[in-house]
C-alpha cells in the first residue's frame, strides 16, 4: 500500500544501484551486478558464496555457524555441516562426506558445460571440413577445363 514502494519494484545492485543486478551473495543475502562482484569478494572478513541470481538461496548456511556454508554433511547426525564443525567435538568421529547433492549438480554442471562447448564449436568445426571437399572439387573442375 506504500506508493514509493512500486516505484522502487526494479531490483537494483545493493552496492552501485544498477538495475537488474545478476548475481547475488547467498551469505550476506545483497544483490550485486557483474562488476560489483569482485569488489564484494574482496572483502574478505567473511566468507562469501555469490551464485546467480536465480540460483540464489540455494546453499545450505550452517544454523551453528551463519557466515559459513555447509559443504559437508554428516553421515551419524544426517544433516548438513560446516568445516568448523567437523573440528568441534560435537562430530568427533562422525562420518563426514561432502554434500552428495553437491557433488552430483557439480557432475552435471560439467556435463551440460561440454555439451554446451560442443554445441558451439561444433558447427563451426564442421562448416569448415565440409567445405573442404568443395574446394578440391572446384579445383578439379578447373583442372578439367
Ligand atoms: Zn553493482
Ligand atoms: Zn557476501
Ligand atoms: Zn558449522
Ligand atoms: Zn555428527
Do not use: W
Not at 62 to 87: R, W
Amino acid at each position: 500500500m506504500d506508493p514509493r514502494h512500486s516505484a522502487q519494484d526494479v531490483l537494483r545492485c545493493d552496492l552501485c544501484e544498477t538495475p537488474v543486478p545478476s548475481m547475488y551473495c547467498d551469505i550476506c543475502h545483497i544483490k550485486l551486478c557483474i562488476p560489483c562482484v569482485g569488489v564484494h569478494l574482496s572483502d574478505r572478513s567473511k566468507e562469501h558464496k555469490v551464485v546467480s541470481f536465480e540460483e540464489r538461496g540455494s546453499t545450505t548456511k550452517c544454523p551453528k555457524h551463519p557466515t559459513k556454508i555447509c559443504e559437508l554433511h554428516c553421515e551419524q547426525c544426517s544433516i548438513p555441516i560446516c568445516a568448523l564443525c567437523v573440528s568441534s567435538k560435537e562430530h568427533k568421529e562422525h562420518e563426514v562426506v561432502d554434500i552428495l547433492g553437491c557433488l552430483t549438480t557439480k557432475k552435471e554442471a560439467i556435463q551440460r558445460d561440454l555439451q554446451e562447448l560442443e554445441k558451439t564449436i561444433f558447427p563451426e568445426y564442421q562448416t569448415a571440413a565440409s567445405n573442404m571437399p568443395e574446394l578440391k572439387t572446384d579445383a578439379r573442375k578447373h583442372s578439367q577445363n
